[in-house]
Nanobody, 121 residues
Framework: VQLQASGGGLVQAGGSLRLSCAAS????????TGWFRQAPAKEREAVGC???????QYEDSVKGRFTISSDGDKNTVFLQMNNLKPEDTAVYYC????????????????WGQGTQVTVSS
């Protein structure tokens, strides 16, 4: 069972990135898949999640800028990030679990390794 997060990088403020979270060993459609981020010296915080075949939720700070989607054939969840801001700089993680309060990191069973997103001003 593995989650592989990718797609991070360095981008200027106002730019876009798309992160991917590919699963192996289990089917993401049956899980809650959450995106989290952790900036230096800060706690890990929820960004959003996708569950129940398409129910999507976001934290207020990213609403209107970030979009979560999934591709069942590829067993992959995506995080499209537009209009990025310097305060979005963090390591981004994907996580999966079958029964979880989506915004609570402690409840997730499986985690990807994280991908760095850096937004320059």
């Amino acid at each position: 069972v593995q989650l592989q997060a990718s797609g991070g990088g360095l981008v200027q403020a106002g730019g876009s990135l798309r992160l991917s979270c590919a699963a192996s060993g289990f089917t993401l459609d049956s899980y809650v898949t959450g995106w989290f981020r952790q900036a230096p010296a800060k706690e890990r915080e929820a960004v959003g999640c996708i569950r129940d075949a398409g129910v999507i939720q976001y934290e207020d700070s990213v609403k209107g800028r970030f979009t979560i989607s999934s591709d069942g054939d590829k067993n992959t969840v995506f995080l499209q990030m537009n209009n990025l801001k310097p305060e979005d700089t963090a390591v981004y993680y994907c996580a999966a679990s079958q029964n979880v309060q989506w915004h609570l990191a402690v409840g997730y069973n499986y985690w990807g390794q994280g991908t760095q997103v850096t937004v320059s001003s």
